[in-house]
């Protein structure tokens, strides 16, 4: 069955970085590309960016540009998210999310495509506190 | 802006049928998929393309879509569906490929 076990909470200082891991298994790595998704206490859902696990090209979102990396070790089936210059609004469940798709067509519009996060890691908790 | 708007908070009582809606442009271009949240855990895939439900989905969940709006319905809700619900799609226009939704609070009354 496809898991994803994220690495354990972290208590990092303002100005520090942390680096999160999501090891995958139970399907084949490079085959789906990996989300990392953010959840500050009591807000929502936050999208940060996507790996290809299998090439290692990666997308972020414009507010994490420039302080977030996104990377891949294919041969543990594991991605990695590290974030820098943290400050106390990083405080947040930070979360690995694989993403599948699906392409149908319609009569009218032809084919399209669907993408949909179908499996979560159980989340890792970042605090930042001097 | 790239977003999608969802209502706060919405009850419903107990074996009724509830509507939790999505709005956004970019929903006019790709279906919605629907997470739900309980306290301490990780979101769960309820719903997604037009009306898809991943294996061990209750078939009480629906999807729906017309223009900008994107709904999750359940028919005939249950206690354990009280949980915060999260809409998504792909996003084409902005600085954000994908966007989620602000939640909604479903409440089983």
């Known amino acids: 069955q496809v898991q994803l076990v994220q690495s354990g909470a972290e208590v990092k200082k303002p100005g520090a970085s942390v680096k999160v891991s999501c090891k995958a298994s139970g399907y084949t790595f490079t085959s789906y590309y990996m989300h990392w998704v953010r959840q500050a206490p009591g807000q929502g859902l936050e999208w940060m960016g996507i790996?290809?696990?299998?090439?290692?090209?990666?997308s972020y979102a414009q507010k994490f540009q420039g302080r977030v990396t996104m990377t891949r070790d294919t041969s543990t089936s594991t991605v990695y998210m590290e974030l820098s210059s943290l400050r106390s609004e990083d405080t947040a469940v930070y979360y690995c999310a694989r993403e599948s798709k699906f392409t149908y067509y319609d009569i009218l519009t032809g084919y399209s495509t669907e993408y949909y996060f179908d499996y979560w890691g159980q989340g890792t908790l970042v605090t930042v506190s001097s | 802006s790239s977003e999608l708007t969802q209502d706060p908070a919405v009850s419903v009582a107990l074996g009724q049928t509830v509507r939790i809606t999505c709005q956004g442009d970019?929903?006019?271009?790709?279906?919605a998929s629907w997470y739900q949240q309980k306290p301490g855990q990780a979101p769960v895939l309820v719903i997604y393309?037009?009306?898809n439900r991943p294996s061990g989905i209750p078939d009480r969940f629906s999807g729906s879509s017309s223009g900008n709006t994107a709904s999750l319905t359940i028919t005939g809700a249950q206690a354990e569906d009280e949980a915060d619900y999260y809409c998504n799609s792909r996003d084409s226009s902005g600085n954000h490929p994908w966007v989620f939704g602000g939640g909604t609070k479903l409440t089983v009354l």
């Open positions: 790996i290809n696990p299998s090439g290692g090209s990666t």
């Open positions: 393309g037009k009306n």
């Open positions: 970019s929903l006019r271009s790709y279906y």
